[in-house]
T-cell receptor, first 114, second 114 residues
Framework: AQKVTQAQTEISVVEKEDVTLDCVYE???????LFWYKQPPSGELVFLIRRNSFDEQNEISGRYSWNFQKSTSSFNFTITASHVVDSAVYFCALTPGSNYQLIWGAGTKLIIKP | ETGVTQSPTHLIKTRGQQVTLRCSSQ?????VSWYQQALGQGPQFIFQ???????GRGNFPPRFSGLQFPNYSSELNVNALELDDSALYLC?????????????FGSGTRLTVV
């Protein structure tokens, strides 16, 4: 079975704090792909990052960083020095290599207070 | 033209009615997928079309149907609407077959069934 769990329903921090969003996944496939998307109030899902199962290198893009650990089936997302504009719902998603659908977590609502 | 455009943005229908939602993808995006997102939840895969043929379907009844046209537009049709069909419907497109490269999403159509 394929499953994505985002245990944090809502996180609220003050601007400039660091925040980490957790994502745990389940899959029996050896080849799979993981994603993070951001959904602002407008509704559009905005792509942030894609990682395949053979690449465990952590990635940093500006204030964003991702920590992929196959040993714990986790793909966590950290925002450093958060801004109010980072407020949104963030989704983690999974697809096995040969599949046509994305399997989504329930999302984490991130609130950044000024 | 870039991005994915969906219409209408909002829609109110009565239980039992039929509805057609429309999506326009960018040129070269031969794959289109539709997702249903209930309030406070992650998207659920409805189906995917590749070059005008359905090539994958999620756990949705046959009253959910779709079409994809050669001009990169597509439709989602829902017959015999039920109250539980109230949700945000997202269209997503990609130049590649399958989900492993992720998708470009539209802003969605908010459907309310009363």
């Amino acid at each position: 079975a394929q499953k994505v769990t985002q245990a944090q329903t809502e996180i609220s921090v003050v601007e400039k704090e660091d925040v980490t969003l957790d994502c745990v996944y389940e899959t029996r496939d050896t080849t799979y792909y993981l994603f993070w998307y951001k959904q602002p109030p407008s509704g559009e899902l905005v792509f942030l990052i894609r990682r395949n199962s053979f690449d465990e290198q952590n990635e940093i893009s500006g204030r964003y960083s991702w920590n992929f650990q196959k040993s714990t089936s986790s793909f966590n997302f950290t925002i450093t020095a958060s801004h109010v504009v980072d407020s949104a719902v963030y989704f983690c998603a999974l697809t096995p290599g040969s599949n046509y659908q994305l399997i989504w977590g329930a999302g984490t609502k991130l609130i950044i207070k000024p | 033209e870039t991005g994915v455009t969906q219409s209408p943005t909002h829609l109110i229908k009565t239980r039992g009615q039929q509805v057609t939602l429309r999506c326009s993808s960018q040129s070269g995006h031969n794959t289109v997928s539709w997702y249903q997102q209930a309030l406070g939840q992650g998207p659920q895969f409805i189906f995917q079309y590749y070059r005008e043929e359905e090539n994958g379907r999620g756990n949705f009844p046959p009253r959910f149907s779709g079409l994809q046209f050669p001009n990169y537009s597509s439709e989602l049709n829902v017959n015999a609407l039920e109250l539980d069909d109230s949700a945000l419907y997202l269209c997503a497109s990609s130049p590649w077959l399958g989900a492993r490269y992720g998708y470009t999403f539209g802003s969605g159509t908010r459907l309310t069934v009363v």
